[in-house]
């Protein structure tokens, strides 16, 4: 039975016995009601702490023209109570929502109950209602609290907004589809979210039993499980008891393996029965997480990112949450870069220059500097004092202690650069992003060998984008893009800078499930287990 069928299935009696008492427990006129409101709002008494942590909001909406009564007496009370115990289809957790509190506190009302009484029941629903559209609209927990060093805009809901928007909408479920972000890859996430707890009611994933590979054409036993197992996914209509592997079932395992991270094909893998036997509580777990992330991020900053997946080596180029481009993305040293940012994209710069950090100077450059400073000078580092050149060979570099560069790079006299060369790591470009000290993203020439990427003398919070030039168009402000191709522009060798597209911006994050651009859910793994902390902090259990 899915959670649809769940709901509709709610004792009958029941809903009909609560609407009558919220009937017979409003005597009072609606006017009497909501002044009664007006006056708990001013007073100054302490409300409950659900209302009084937005009273200052609740009170300017109950003082406006369209403040009314919202809940006694209305088919809205219902609704958010549903939902409250319903709210695993919103990718939230029923029971961090106290739908019991507000029916006791409805029930705790009668004929003789006075306006005063029912209007602190309704400024009862009122509060736990922005609690529930905080959570929908703003997720549960910030990302500072996993991560205290994250830069992420700070995502609230304005609570006048949430309950006029509730006014207007008519109902609990036509708020939910306009307040909840708004974007196609949530949306989608959602749909399979809510598709997996209808499995997860009737019994969830079926189990493949592991054994030879199998591949299309041939006849097996385990052919039925698997043809159910699709099924599941979504993946195939529906499911039977045929033994042969046909070629619309091929067509499905190939759609799973994609959608798993495997290399795409007909066949039956060890590896694709492992992806399939994970257990369904998982696969909710990622979507819920993936939901969550999203939330962070205020609506207006959705309609154009450079989203990078740092647990997945991956970035999408999203328009309105429909993927546009997609390719690979590494962050340096994996092990130590813990990134969570959401930053504005400003501007990219073709062959940058690069700040050459000191410790680079020490370790590296001094012994060759030592040696030959016209070699260094020859490879194109330069250095300045106070803003002023200063040739390499005018400093006594033998007699240069490691101690000594210390000194001066703390004392900010001295700075080495190095321009666009084989040697600058930056390679043909480079984003400038308005918090640049907090993420570094540039030109990555290849993937790097078993995926792993790892500069000491590059921000541990840089990310090197492959084959990147392919976005630049989507980057850059499309009334400067250069008239003979961006192709063209770079092998100029020149450096120049142009400006990004207007309200573009770069989010890095981790996701272990995505949508890619053909709209397909793709499911990967959580190998520095961030979905593990944050599936910890939504529970309130310590951090892993």
Known sequence: MNVDRVLRCLPRLWIVAFAALLATAVPARANDVLENVRWLLSKPERLPLIVEKRRQEISQFYSSEQGQVLWLDEPRSLELV????????????PEDYPP???QDAVAALNSTSSPSDIAWVELLYTGHFLDFAHDLRAG???????????YMPSNSIDAVDALSRLVSSGGLEAFIDVWQPQDDTYRRLKGHLQHLQSVRQNGGFS???PGEPLEAGTSDPRVPILRQRLFEDGLLSKASDDPVFDKRLAFAVGQARLQYGLEISGEISPELIRALNIPIDRR?????NAMERIRWLPNEYARLQLFINKGENSYVFLENGRVVREGEAFPNCPDRNHTTLATTIEAV??????QVPWEFFGKELLPRLRKDPEQVEAAGYYLKRSGADVPLDALPWKEASLRDIERASNRE????????SIENPLGQYAYRLRQEQRLQLFDLAAAPDEGLF????LPKTAFGIVNGIEILDQIIEPRVLPVDGIADRISRQDTVTFPARGGLMAVVSHQSVWVQRQGLIRFGNDPYLEDARLTAALSGRPKP
């Open 207 to 209: 189990y493949v039993e």
């Open 140 to 150: 549960r927990v910030s990302p500072r609290v996993l991560y205290p060093d994250a």
């Open 454 to 457: 790892c500069n000491p003398y």
């Open 413 to 420: 006299q001295y700075a080495l650069y190095l321009p666009a």
């Open 284 to 288: 909710i777990e990622q979507l819920t």
């Open 100 to 102: 019991a509190v507000l």
């Open 82 to 93: 549903q939902s409250m115990e319903a709210a695993q289809r919103e990718g939230l957790r």
């Open 349 to 354: 710069t073709f062959h940058p220059t690069w």
